[in-house]
């Protein structure tokens, strides 16, 4: 199975929150990104989160890590028609590895 | 503009034909690694290189080769293109933050179409 998986879609209405999930394999996980990639662009990093930090917050959005659950979900608070795009999450896995490794990536897609 | 530089933006060519992707990492990074998208297997890692060095393989078919230059450039080499290698080849740079955070830069890709 994949070491790091999302749900493929999510839709919201303007103005609601978003909250994108993530689950990981590796306990071993040291640090846990989210990435956003645009139309036509490449992957931009939005935060990333270290395994001993349970929250992190920066602006709208806030990270929260599970690490008993190996869980990870980005909530974007009052989402914008300018937050659709694709979101991944990533991780360095593997046992000290420090190559990121990518989910599949969710469409958040934001609609009036 | 990220800083990463990738050519040729899009590229169409047939099976069986060899073709080249170039990247330029962003001033100042050492690492340059190389990942594939497509929709059928996501985001994976192909190649990581580290001032000239290959320091680490993911999965990289046999076809496919690289290498970083001493001006720290680095070049995908895709040879026997088949329909399946269709996809986009991202290179992506990085800096280590203060935390030990690997954190990627990414160009904007080269979209690859083999006919």
């Known amino acids: 199975g994949e070491d790091v998986e999302q749900s493929l879609f999510l839709s919201v209405r303007e103005g609601d929150s978003s909250v994108i999930n993530c689950t990981y394999t590796d306990s071993s996980s040291t640090y846990l990104y989210w990435y956003k990639q645009e139309p036509g662009a490449g992957l931009q990093l939005l935060t990333y989160i270290f395994s001993n930090m349970d929250m992190k917050q920066d602006q709208r959005l806030t990270v929260l890590l599970n690490k008993k659950d190996k869980h990870l979900s980005l909530r974007i608070a009052d989402t914008q028609t300018g937050d659709s795009a694709i979101y991944f999450c990533a991780g360095t896995l593997s046992g000290g590895s420090y190559i990121p490794t990518f989910g599949r990536g969710t469409s958040l897609i934001v609609h009036p | 503009d990220s800083g990463v530089t990738q050519t040729p933006k899009h590229l169409i060519t047939a099976t069986g034909q060899r073709v080249t992707l170039r990247c330029s990492p962003r001033s100042g990074d050492l690492s340059v690694y190389w990942y594939q998208q497509s929709l059928d297997q996501g985001l994976q890692f192909l190649i990581h290189?580290?001032?000239?060095?290959?320091?680490a393989k993911g999965n990289i078919l046999e076809r496919f080769s690289a290498q970083q230059f001493p001006d720290l450039h680095s070049e995908l080499n895709l040879s026997s293109l088949e329909l399946g290698d269709s996809a986009l080849y991202f290179c992506?740079?990085?800096?280590?933050?203060?935390?030990?955070?690997?954190?990627?830069?990414f160009g904007a890709g080269s979209r690859l179409t083999v006919l």
């Open positions: 992506a740079s990085s800096v280590v933050h203060g935390a030990g955070a690997n954190v990627l830069t």
């Open positions: 290189y580290y001032n000239g060095e290959e320091r």
